[in-house]
Structure formats: C-alpha cells, structure tokens
C-alpha cells in the first residue's frame, strides 16, 4: 500500500491540495512533530502533509524535530517521503525559479542529533546514494511533461543557519561541488533511511548564494516572493506524478535490516 508524506514549507502544507482531508496531532517517543498533519486524497493516492517548521513558519531550522517529523510520518504509514526545500544556488546554471532534484548531500550541521539509534544500539546506515533515484526518476519526468525548468541531479550543501553563507563560505562550498545551499536536509534524508522510506527532494531555486560579485546579497523579500512561485509549480508537479509512484524493491527501505549493532 503506497502512502506518500510530502514535508513542504510556505504555500505546500494546503489542506486544498488534498481531498476529504482531516487534520491528526500526534505525539511521538520524540515529542511532538513540527504540526498537526493533514491527510486526505490526491488524485487517488494516500497522502499525509507536515509543515516542517510550523504552520506559520516559526520553527528555525536548528530547533525542527526532525526525529518527531519523520517518527509521526512512518507511524501514519507513509512508504515514501517528498521533501519540498527553499534552497539557494551554487551555480550560474541553477537559477532563481528553477527545480532541482538532488542526489547527494553534504553535512555542514553541527548540532543536530542524526539518528533514532541513540542508545544502547548503534546505527550504521549506508548513505552512498542517499536519495531513493526511482522517486527521482519519477519527479524528473513528470518536471519535464510540466515543462518546468528542471536539473535531474545536484548536490546540495545543508548549513546549520538561520544565517545565510559569507562570501568565503560561498566560495569553499562551491569548491567543494555543492550545487545549491539549503538548511533542511540534513538529518531528515538519513532519518527517513533508518525508518525505510524512500525519500527524494523537491528543491526550489529562490535566490543565487552571495558568491556572484555583480549581484546584490540576497534579502528574505527576494527569498519570499520566488518561494511562492515555486509553490504553484510544485503542487502542479505532485498532482502529475503522486499517481505513478509504486512501491516496488528498494535499497531504501533495505539497508536497515543490515544496519544496527547490539
């Protein structure tokens, strides 16, 4: 039975998105998630929405329960996981407005706990190719049957935030082939990997990083007005390709059973 959880932001936790939805509170061994979820119908597929950082965006991105998130969505029966992130661009390529579905990560948090296997037993999970590529293949052509400007892969760098990069930082990370810069999606893929899940992300191109020397410093008005055109795309994007999604044979949910220690 397939189930999709679509953890969205601004614009992406409409309860209009669903049909004959209702609104569940949870509470979980982890405390209680970012919201209320609200689950309901989308072109015939069972589908649960949770506002990462709160219903009124109050949550900064260090203090989000992650582990309550993820927790209450696999408790609702969730299989797979539609992660939708503001992020910003590495790459003169990547423009503002334009969808990319990440394939690799790289860690730059620095407090967040990153697994459910805190105690008494120790999680190796393997993290190689941490986004599920069926979901992305799936995102990718439906993007391009929208004919929305989309970028197949990329990898993108999560920072602990709430601030934006400096110049440097800017600089070192694109050195380093990060793509696109966000402050979400770091412990939320591995978390969604250690419950089973399948998890691909939506990432939504608002604003070019302040590496462009010609440009000005990004401003949150800038950041604000391209998420919510982005938002409309999006909720196009998952009517078009909520349908194709089966549960088939997959690492994803796997590598757990090969993972724990004690």
Sequence with gaps: MIKIGIIGGSGLDDPKLLEDYEMSDLQTPYGHPSSSLIQGMVNGVEVAILARH???????????????????????????????????????????????????????????????????????????????????KILAIGAEQQNIIAHKKGTVITIEGPRFSTKAESHLFRAWGADIINM????????????????????????????????????????????????????????????????????CREAIKTSVIG
């Design 184 to 251: 979400s999606t770091v412990p939320e893929v591995i978390l969604a990997r250690e419950l089973g899940m399948c998890y691909a992300s939506i990432a939504m191109s608002t604003d070019y990083d302040c590496f462009m020397e010609n440009r000005a410093p990004v401003t949150l008005e800038e950041v604000l007005r391209v998420m919510h055109e982005n938002a409309e795309k999006v909720k196009g994007l998952l009517k078009e390709v909520l349908p194709r999604i089966t549960y088939t044979e997959c690492f």
């Design 54 to 136: 709160g219903k009124k965006h109050q949550i900064m991105p260090s203090n989000v329960n992650f582990r309550a998130n993820l927790w209450a969505l696999k408790e609702l029966g969730c299989t797979h996981i539609i992660a939708t992130t503001a992020v910003g661009s590495l790459r003169e390529e990547i423009a503002p407005g334009h969808i990319v579905f990440p394939n690799q990560f790289i860690d730059r948090t620095t407090k967040r706990i990153q697994t459910f296997y805190d105690t008494n037993k120790v999680c190796h999970i393997p993290m190689a190719e941490p986004f599920c590529p069926e979901l992305r």
